[in-house]
């Protein structure tokens, strides 16, 4: 199986700062991953995929990039609402699997 | 619009075979291209990726759980289904089901279900 790993496990960021995070796959997944983004008690939602495309919906102020094993989301001014957990899935092939997560919470 | 809802018991005894339904709407299962997944969340844990069915019936398990797991679909109820057998108080989740595209992303979640595994 693919292992997807994040980093950092949380960050504190105030409203208005880039908040960048990290996904790291353990080997080489051409452009196949995803975000998601979560809030306390409510299901994941699709914020990119395909490395970099921006699900329908989504502000952009959220991007995506990388390639490979190494991959950022960047959030480039962060809003109150974007105060949640993020996951990165790889979506190359089965099983999919998620990274543990990054909580980005108020500083 | 799309939706998708999860069903099933809210608790279950240790050893026991958890059946969990998702109806979805708004699209059909026979859509090409298109499939149904499910994905757990262990209490205050990360996301956990169990199953997938496609419109064409390929499924395919989680590695860790493939020996307990079995999806299936009946299209004309617009219902998928995930069986876990031998469940153990670890299991105890909130299960997720999500809609799949071809190029595996899950575009459409359902709001969740929380199972406890105890006796």
């Known amino acids: 199986d693919i292992q997807m790993t994040q980093s950092p496990s949380s960050v504190s960021a105030s409203v208005g700062d880039r908040v960048t995070i990290t996904c790291r796959a353990s080997?080489?997944?051409?452009?196949?991953l995803a975000w998601y983004q979560q809030k306390p008690g409510k299901a994941p939602n699709l914020l990119i995929y395909?490395?970099?495309s921006l699900q329908s919906g989504v502000p952009s102020r959220f991007s995506g990039s990388g390639s490979g094993t190494d991959f950022t989301l960047t959030i480039s001014s962060l809003q109150p609402e974007d105060f949640a957990t993020y996951y990165c899935?790889?979506?190359?092939?089965?099983?999919?699997?998620f990274g543990p997560g990054t909580k980005v919470d108020i500083k | 619009q799309v939706t998708l809802k999860e069903s099933g018991p809210v608790l279950v005894k240790p050893t026991e075979t958890l059946t969990l339904t998702c109806t979805v709407s708004?699209?059909?299962?026979?859509?090409?291209?298109?499939?149904v997944n499910w994905i757990r969340q262990p209490p205050g844990k990360a996301l956990e990726w169990l199953a997938h069915?496609?419109?064409?019936?390929?499924?395919s398990y989680s590695t860790s759980l493939k020996s307990r797991l079995t999806i299936s679909k009946d299209n004309s109820k617009s219902q998928v289904v995930l069986s876990m057998t031998n469940v153990d108080p670890v299991d105890t989740a909130t299960y997720y089901c999500?809609?799949?595209?071809?190029?595996?992303?899950?575009?459409?979640w359902g709001q969740g279900t929380l199972v406890t595994v105890s006796s």
């Open positions: 999500a809609r799949i595209r071809g190029d595996y992303r899950s575009d459409f």
């Open positions: 708004g699209f059909s299962l026979r859509d090409s291209g298109l499939g």
């Open positions: 069915i496609f419109s064409n019936g390929e499924k």
């Open positions: 080997e080489g997944i051409s452009r196949w």
């Open positions: 395909a490395a970099s």
């Open positions: 899935q790889q979506t190359n092939s089965f099983p999919l699997t």
